[in-house]
Nanobody, 123 residues
Framework: QVQLVESGGGLVQTGDSLRLACATS????????MGWFRQAPGKEREFVAA????????YYADSVKGRFTVSRDNAKNTMYLQMNSLRPEDTAVYYC????????????????WGQGTQVTVSS
């Protein structure tokens, strides 16, 4: 059973930074490729960043490229999303997810999801 638990969200001001964490159950990184998505009020869930299956390549949405960095600690079974230069449009619930097939960007290709953590950026 894959378990994903996000943490690290909060209320910040424009320009601030936050680091989100996604704690996973053991061996998840060996079997699944991991990613981050977000969903703003009234909008569809969208891709933010992800790893390839090998964990050696990373992918980012254009809207966060250069500001967000995805990383992981294999020893801690934890994935991170470092978010810098935050903007009000980054306000959303952020989800981590795991997939064992399909596209990096395909929301429907991710089989397992965390419960989400709220990030609010005030102007």
């Amino acid at each position: 059973q894959v378990q994903l638990v996000e943490s690290g969200g909060g209320l910040v001001q424009t320009g601030d930074s936050l680091r989100l964490a996604c704690a996973t159950s053991g061996r998840t990184f060996n079997t699944y490729a991991m990613g981050w998505f977000r969903q703003a009020p009234g909008k569809e869930r969208e891709f933010v960043a992800a790893f390839s299956f090998s964990g050696l390549r990373t992918y980012y949405a254009d809207s966060v490229k250069g500001r967000f960095t995805v990383s992981r600690d294999n020893a801690k079974n934890t994935m991170y999303l470092q978010m810098n230069s935050l903007r009000p449009e980054d306000t959303a619930v952020y989800y981590c997810a795991a997939r064992n097939s399909g596209s990096v960007y395909g929301i429907n290709d991710y089989q397992h999801w965390g419960q989400g953590t709220q990030v609010t950026v005030s102007s």
